[in-house]
């Protein structure tokens, strides 16, 4: 049975803050090694996880809250993970759950995910698996061999969750140095070869393991992101289809303004630090938990605390006078002077500035429009790029790909 896409929390624009998204670090280990990780001095820490008594604690005085955006390490390494996720679904009232992975664990995350849609019926679940580039430049970027096992993952999703319109299943390409002269070859390439809901690109951020990786510039990232564009209008077609004419165009209306408003935002806070033109919300409306737990306003500023000098009590954190101060710090982002890249933080701050939102959604949904071409994603081009890059045609062919 077709499961229609109900509305996401984003969908409910809101002036008052109050706490909407937590963050939480599920565990500190990790089956890859990028290189351009931002949590790899994190991790190699090597602290206990919080245990799983810990984390209901944090649930069960949290109270509602719209989002849960996993994070870590690497979110499927935590067995107990699906359990976490009925703590806050019960407990929290959660709508949103942002699951991201490398997509090494197929089978794993395809199992994690139908028992989330059974036991979580009304929550939607973004399922964002990273991939980065043609076969070797993926691996390489990835420090471990899973092109192979992460496209396998991406077809399972496909087939198990294909009428199921509350996954949402997304792909998402950091850019460094190594993919950088492929990136919109690859944008190609996913968006003939997958159906996923969107697929996001970004600028390598925060400390990497590797030195140099960061490569991209404003104005390089910019001209990337202007030709990437066409391809989220034909995005937002995907989705629209089967909707009524009003819902389709309202879709590609918002669809194609948020990434848009993102971007821009992104692009011109990669060289220096650039107001978003709207507060950041960072510790009015969203807490970061790390793995060990500590705990943060933003993931790209330093902990504050330790959930266990509070009680594991989220209420308390949040009223805290670390979290005040920290708060009065980040002056909304102007006073620090923080300004960054952060797209989970820009999308979040975007729900409570409604009226800056909706002015900024209408300016990026025109800039898209003008910036669209047509696009050649033919069987022709995307054997062609399967030559070109090397790809394992056969290997592509077990999987169901092509
Ligand atoms: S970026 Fe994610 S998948 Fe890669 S090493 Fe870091 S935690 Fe693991
Ligand atoms: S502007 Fe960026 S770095 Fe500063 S608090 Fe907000 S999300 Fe964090």
Redesign the pocket.
């Known amino acids: 049975m077709k499961t229609k896409r109900t509305g996401s929390s984003f969908n409910a624009l809101r002036s008052a803050r109050a706490l909407e998204s937590i963050f939480l670090f599920t565990t500190g280990k990790c089956n890859a090694k990028c290189a351009m990780c931002f949590y790899a001095n994190d991790m190699e820490q090597k602290a206990p996880d919080l245990s799983f008594e810990e984390i209901k604690k944090l649930s069960e005085s949290a109270g509602a809250f719209n989002r849960l955006w996993l994070s870590g390490g690497e979110p499927t390494l935590r067995e107990d993970l699906p359990d976490i996720i009925e703590l806050f679904y019960k407990n929290n009232q959660i709508k949103d759950i942002n699951f991201p992975s490398n997509g090494i664990k197929t089978e794993r995350i395809i199992q994690w995910l139908k028992r989330i849609r059974t036991r979580c019926p009304d929550c939607n679940v973004s399922i964002s698996i990273s991939f980065d580039g043609f076969g070797g430049t993926h691996d390489t970027q990835r420090g471990v061999p899973c092109f192979y096992q992460a496209a396998e993952t991406l077809k399972r999703l496909d087939g198990e969750f294909k009428d199921d319109g509350r996954v949402i299943k997304n792909i998402a390409t950091v850019i460094t140095k190594y993919n950088v002269g492929e990136a919109l070859d690859f944008m190609a390439w996913v968006y003939g070869r997958f159906n996923v809901t969107t697929h996001t690109i970004e600028a390598a951020r925060g400390m990497t393991r590797e030195d140099g990786v960061k490569v991209l510039t404003e104005k390089s990232l910019r001209d990337i992101q202007d030709k990437a564009a066409p391809y989220y209008l034909l995005y937002a077609k995907r989705i629209g289809e089967g909707m009524t004419m009003f819902r389709k165009r309202l879709t590609e209306f918002f669809y194609v303004g948020l990434y848009r408003a993102m971007y821009t935002i992104r692009a011109a806070n990669l060289d220096k630090p650039a107001p978003?033109g709207m507060d950041?919300t960072?510790g009015e409306t969203t807490l970061v938990i790390d793995y060990d737990g500590r705990f943060r306003?933003?993931?790209?500023?330093p902990p504050i605390g330790r959930v266990k000098d509070y009680g594991y009590n989220v209420r308390e954190i949040m009223a805290s006078g670390a979290m005040k101060q920290e708060i009065e710090a980040?002056g909304h982002?102007h006073r620090?002077n923080?300004?960054?890249t952060?797209g989970c933080?820009i999308m979040s701050?975007m729900t409570f500035n409604p009226v800056k939102m909706i002015a900024k959604l209408i300016k990026s949904y025109g800039e898209t429009k003008r910036l669209a071409r047509p696009l050649e994603v033919t069987e022709e081009r995307l054997r062609g790029m399967e030559e070109q890059y090397h790809l394992d045609r056969d290997k592509l062919a077990a999987i169901g790909i092509v």
């Open positions: 978003w950041c960072a306003a933003c993931e790209l500023r980040i982002g620090a923080c300004w960054c952060h933080w701050s």
